[in-house]
């Protein structure tokens, strides 16, 4: 009996630790399957071993942390879970009892029906009694989707509540525990799909639900940003749009190209709805998007034939999907099936078979990146997985490797989840001794590899030097975002490296046109066209150039932001720690970060070489906004009569000027509309100006 104790105890502790790493940190270390399955086996020793039952147990709660970084939001009606299956039989057993649940609730409601009927009726046909009557409202809408399901698919991302007060946007929020979220309105209010002001004749209350998530497109181009920048990139477009929505900055938010579909309601005041089906269809004439893939099923056939079409359809849809949900459409219905104390009763989630597949771990290759981060990766023996045929793995970092407890020559189970490179996510067969562990020397330079901070997972070159380090920095500095010299890709870079043509990124620009004629499958016009390439690459503005010299912790965003503010090289390099901290997006360890970046003699030299190549060193006029606002930021709340928060948000930019979403000592001014809520109280709290819409109209003369 203490066995069983023990190992409840540690699947409590163990599914508490990976809801942690999955919600709070964005980064889990089990997959969905093996998650379901852990919550599954201590289900089951609940069930047959009730003694042991706690509510303290993470199979009573619903599952999310609230992080203590954002205001808190309570929800009206909690935000719950669905209950989830992957087995055929399972549905099958759910659609049986949610039937037979239905059967009862209807012959009741006929039975009640049927009496008002004879009371009302002096000839009452004895024959009808048992058929429903169709005598009021809820009696029709019964008959109508009496049997009726709502399958739609199960979006892979982070659930959100949206509240609309007399139709206007007023608060967004993540679900957190399901009792409290965190108020994230800023970052909700930047999903182009989610309307600021319902169309449609809006009730005076509406707390809507649905799934924020990032489409597949948006989710590959920003994991390449992110490794262009240096950084470690999302494991799935699930933890990319988590970690998006959770931005401090909404600009930041609002860069990642979030995605909404509207899924339930917590409460409405002022409307109601008789089925799932026509909620959706009101949410659509609000000004919402709806899944193109829901299917109203009525019977169980009709929902596993569309189950086996969707999972057919899911690796050409944008999104992902990891599932269905299942529905019972009647909201009467809904309402007699009722909850347990997580989930619904009524609706649960049938998930699709993960991508997974079992093979040999070949080899671990090291790889050095542009800021010399050393990352495993895993070279497999190439094995077909949903379509395609998989020959490499990602092992994300030596802590991952450690974990894992992996080596070469063992067999492993692989998953995609989200990435086209899959994640290893156990060994099956351990063909060989303990983990492979991180090298003690640079494979291209054989410098010492050094861990910088225990709490970094992180292992990295330090040697400026670095071979390895400056063919990345090379690659990045000639890519689109950065520097953009079109035809200069990895080919060309590892045949002028090997002809010990690019010493210095500045060498690029010393290139000459025998240069290229030299390299392989070159002919005159691609010389031509590389060298124009090159040419064209000395006028890009001073934010490019920044972004493609690379600075720690600075991406495009800040090089951008950077650049507008210094205007020159020259005035970036005689910049102060405290002039970066002025700029309100800009935090201390960026600061410092930007100023141990200029201060550092080899950036002089870089610069001033690729300065005496004709590299354009100042951003535009042209793109620089009027200065009237120059240094001002500015914190919007409340309605404004004659401006959208978009509008405003446009003028005080083009003016110089920045927004906020929060009130802090370094706002300028508190602009007020009606109805302004806790931004004016904590503007009034630190003193910072306060103007009204006809102060700002002023302004802006
Ligand atoms: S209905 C009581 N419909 O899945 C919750 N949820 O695992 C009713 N999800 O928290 C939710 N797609 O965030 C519903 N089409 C869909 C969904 C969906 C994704 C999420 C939702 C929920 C989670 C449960």
Same mark, same amino acid.
């Given at each position: ?13 163990? !599914? ?92 009741? !409601? ?95 209350? %509406? ?228 983990? %492979? ?70 060498? !690029? ?6 240069? %290229?004629? &030299? ?60 002039? %970066? ?95 302004? &809520? ?21 302004? !802006?003369?």
């Amino acid at each position: 009996m203490n066995d069983i104790k023990n190992k409840i105890d540690h699947l409590r502790k163990g !599914i508490e630790r990976h809801n942690k790493l999955y919600y709070a940190k964005q980064n889990p270390e089990i997959s969905d399957t093996e998650y379901d399955n852990l919550v599954k086996e201590l289900e089951k020793l609940e069930r047959d071993y009730p003694l042991f039952a706690s509510k303290d147990s993470p199979t009573q709660k619903v599952s999310g942390t609230v992080s203590s970084s954002f205001e808190k939001v309570k929800h009206a009606v909690p935000m719950l879970s669905l209950d989830n299956t992957y087995s055929e039989e399972e549905i099958g057993k759910w659609y049986e009892r949610t039937i037979k649940a239905i059967t009862n609730y209807e012959l009741q !409601i006929a039975n009640e029906n049927g009496k008002a009927h004879r009371e009302n009726t002096a000839s009452c046909n004895d024959s009808n009694q048992d058929l429903p009557l169709q005598t009021d409202e809820a009696g029709e809408a019964i008959q109508k989707s009496a049997l009726s399901f709502t399958v739609e698919p199960k979006i892979d991302g982070v659930s959100a509540s949206l509240t609309y007060v007399n139709g206007v946007l007023a608060i967004g929020a993540t679900r957190g525990d399901g009792e409290t979220g965190e108020d994230i309105t800023e970052n909700i209010k930047t999903i182009r799909d989610i309307p600021h002001k319902l169309k449609d004749n809006p009730p005076a209350f %509406f707390e809507l639900r649905g799934e924020v998530y990032m489409d597949k497109e948006s989710f590959a181009a920003i994991n390449e940003e992110i490794i262009e920048n240096g950084g470690q990139k999302f494991a799935n477009p699930r933890n990319a749009a988590s970690g998006s929505l959770r931005q401090k900055n909404p600009q930041i938010t609002a860069s990642r190209r979030l995605r909404f579909f509207v899924h339930s309601f917590g409460d409405i005041k002022g409307l109601s709805f008789s089925t799932h089906s026509d909620f959706l269809e009101y949410c659509k004439k609000c000004g919402f998007k709806l899944q193109k893939d829901i299917k109203t099923c009525r019977s169980l056939k009709e929902i596993t034939d569309f189950s086996l079409e969707m999972l057919e359809k899911r690796e050409t849809l944008p999104y992902e999907i990891d599932g269905l949900v299942i529905k019972v459409d009647s909201y009467g219905l809904q309402k007699e099936l009722g909850y347990t104390n997580k989930s619904p009763r009524w609706a649960i989630a049938y998930k699709f078979p993960a991508k997974q597949a079992t093979t040999k771990l070949n080899q671990i290759r090291v790889q050095v990146g542009r800021t010399g981060i050393i990352t495993p990766s895993a070279v497999l023996e190439p094995v077909p997985l949903a379509g395609v045929t998989i020959s490499h793995a990602t092992l994300h970092n030596f802590e991952e490797i450690e974990r894992l407890n992996v080596n070469e020559g063992d067999t492993v189970l692989i998953e995609r989840a989200g990435d086209v490179i899959p994640k290893i996510v156990k060994v099956t067969v351990k063909n060989s001794e303990g983990f %492979f562990k991180p090298p003690k020397h640079c494979p291209s330079c054989q410098s010492e590899i050094v861990k910088e901070s225990e709490e970094e997972a992180a292992y990295r070159c330090v040697n400026p030097e670095c071979p390895a380090q400056f063919r990345r920095h090379l690659i990045h500095f000639v890519s689109r975002n950065a520097m953009n010299i079109d035809g200069f890709g990895e080919v060309v870079i590892d045949q002028l490296l090997e002809k010990e043509k690019l010493k210095t990124l500045a060498d !690029i620009y010393a290139l000459t046109f025998d240069d %290229f004629l &030299g390299l392989e499958l070159f002919k005159e016009k691609k010389a031509n066209n590389l060298m124009k390439s090159i040419a064209e690459s000395k006028k890009r503005p001073l934010s490019k150039l920044l972004f493609a010299l690379g600075i720690r912790h600075a991406g495009e965003k800040v090089s951008e932001i950077i650049a507008k503010r210094f205007i020159t090289m020259d005035a970036l390099f005689t910049a102060s720690v405290g002039d %970066f901290i002025k700029i309100n997006e800009i935090g201390d360890v960026l600061a410092v970060s930007l100023k141990e970046f200029f201060e550092k003699p080899e950036m002089r030299h870089i610069t001033n070489a690729l300065k005496a190549a004709g590299v354009n060193m100042t951003e535009p006029e042209s793109e620089n906004p009027g200065t009237a606002f120059e240094g001002k930021t500015f914190v919007l709340t409340g309605e404004l009569a004659n401006y959208t928060r978009e509008k405003a948000t446009e003028i005080i930019k083009s003016l110089g000027g920045r927004t906020s979403s929060s009130v802090s000592k370094k706002t300028s001014y508190v602009l007020a509309g009606a109805e302004a &809520g806790s931004k004016l109280e904590k503007a009034k709290e630190l003193g910072v100006q306060v103007i009204s819409e006809a102060e700002f109209e002023e302004l !802006i003369k």
